[in-house]
């Protein structure tokens, strides 16, 4: 079955230390989102993609990094410069605007 | 600028009771507007969608939308709650042009047996 698959579940960071976390669908989707969420503020925009070799910054990239080197593949880098990376992340695709985002199952970051 | 508001952090209804969750946004044209569903833990699975024609959206899980244009809402419905609708909904809207959703604060639900 096709969709996104986000690893690992959950990950540890020790302050001052880059993570990676992964995003890989097999959907044939174009368009690919990064989200974070924390308790009562929804969830906000951090990098997206719409095609390969090219993203763009949402409304909270300070900290984040990002490539997009292939169709399937959008991995988010939270940097050592990201002041507090403790959250929930969420990785969604869509193939148009209009049909609406399938999601991955998420990725919960904690700094130890 | 554009926002999604949902006035309601937390709902508890009792099960078989009528449901309606509130969705309100700010945007000049019609947008395109989604709910989403999120159970602990995981990720958000659409429920339904609006961009054009029929006001009254048909969802999954029982679920309808509303659109009213004068009231610049999208308010979530269900007749008869089940215990497994416990879980948070998001509201959305995509402003045509920006390729981005802009999600509201969410309503969490509690559901009484």
């Known amino acids: 079955d096709g969709g996104i698959t986000q690893s690992p579940k959950y990950l540890f960071r020790k302050e001052g230390q880059n993570v990676t976390l992964s995003c890989e669908q097999n959907?044939?989707?174009?368009?690919m989102y990064w989200y974070r969420q924390d308790p009562g503020q929804g969830l906000r925009l951090i990098y997206y993609s719409q095609i390969v070799n090219d993203f763009q910054k949402g409304d909270i990239a300070e900290g984040y990094s990002v490539s997009r080197e292939k169709k399937e593949s959008f991995p988010l880098t939270v940097t050592s410069a990201q002041k507090n990376p403790t959250a929930f992340y969420l990785c969604a695709s869509t193939r148009g605007i209009r049909y609406g985002y399938t999601f991955g199952s998420g990725t919960r970051l904690t700094v130890v | 600028a554009q926002s999604v508001t949902q006035p309601d952090i937390h709902i508890t209804v009792s099960e078989g009771a009528s449901l309606e969750l509130r969705c309100n946004y700010s945007?000049?044209?019609?947008?395109?507007l989604f709910w989403y569903v999120q159970s602990p833990g995981q990720g958000l699975q659409l429920l339904l969608k609006?961009?054009?024609?029929?006001?009254l959206v048909q969802g999954i899980k029982g679920f309808e939308a509303e659109f009213k244009r004068s009231q610049s809402s999208f308010n979530l419905r269900k007749p008869s709650v089940h215990w497994s609708d416990a879980a948070e909904y998001f509201c959305a809207v995509e402003t045509s042009g920006t390729y981005k959703y802009i999600f509201g604060t969410g309503t969490r639900l509690k559901v009484l047996a």
């Open positions: 959907l044939n989707h174009d368009a």
């Open positions: 609006y961009f054009s024609g029929d006001t």
């Open positions: 945007y000049g044209a019609t947008p395109y």
